[in-house]
C-alpha cells in the first residue's frame, strides 16, 4: 500500500518561496515517477512537475519552468517541490501524486494521491 504524505504548504506574500515535501512509504520507488498537482477553486486538477525516481528524469509545466525545481532524496523517500517567486496564481492545493512508469501529464494516470496540501500566494 503506498502512501504519500504531503507537508509544507502555507501563507506567503507573492515573491517568496516555500519548499513542499513529500514522504513515500509502502513500496520500492525506483520505478516510480513521482508528481506534483494542483487544484485551484473552481478549477481542474493541474500537472506542475514530475521526476522519475531511477534517473531523475523532471519535467514541468510551462507555467512553473524557471521558477520550481523538483528534485528526491532517495535515502528518505521523499520528493520535494522548490516554488521559488510565487505569484498570486500559483494559490491551490498541491498534491503528490506517483505511478509506475514514466511521466505523464494527466492526474488519471497516477494511481495514488496524497491528502494535499494548501498554498497561499497573497498579492
Known amino acids: 500500500q503506498v502512501q504519500l504524505v504531503e507537508s509544507g504548504g502555507g501563507l506567503v506574500q507573492a515573491g517568496g518561496s516555500l519548499r513542499l515535501s513529500c514522504a513515500a512509504s509502502?513500496?520500492?520507488?525506483?520505478?516510480?515517477?513521482m508528481g506534483w498537482f494542483r487544484q485551484a477553486p473552481g478549477k481542474e486538477r493541474e500537472f506542475v512537475a514530475a521526476?522519475?525516481?531511477?534517473?531523475?528524469?523532471?519535467d514541468y509545466a510551462d507555467s512553473v519552468k524557471g521558477r520550481f525545481t523538483i528534485s528526491r532524496d532517495n535515502a528518505k523517500n521523499t520528493v520535494y517541490l522548490q516554488m521559488n517567486s510565487l505569484k498570486p496564481e500559483d494559490t491551490a492545493v498541491y498534491y503528490c501524486?506517483?505511478?509506475?512508469?514514466?511521466?505523464?501529464?494527466?492526474?488519471?494516470?497516477?494511481?495514488?494521491w496524497g491528502q494535499g496540501t494548501q498554498v497561499t500566494v497573497s498579492s
Open positions: 501524486a506517483a505511478r509506475v512508469g514514466w511521466v505523464q501529464l494527466q492526474p488519471d494516470e497516477y494511481d495514488n
Open positions: 521526476i522519475t525516481w531511477s534517473i531523475g528524469r523532471t
Open positions: 509502502g513500496r520500492t520507488f525506483s520505478s516510480y515517477t
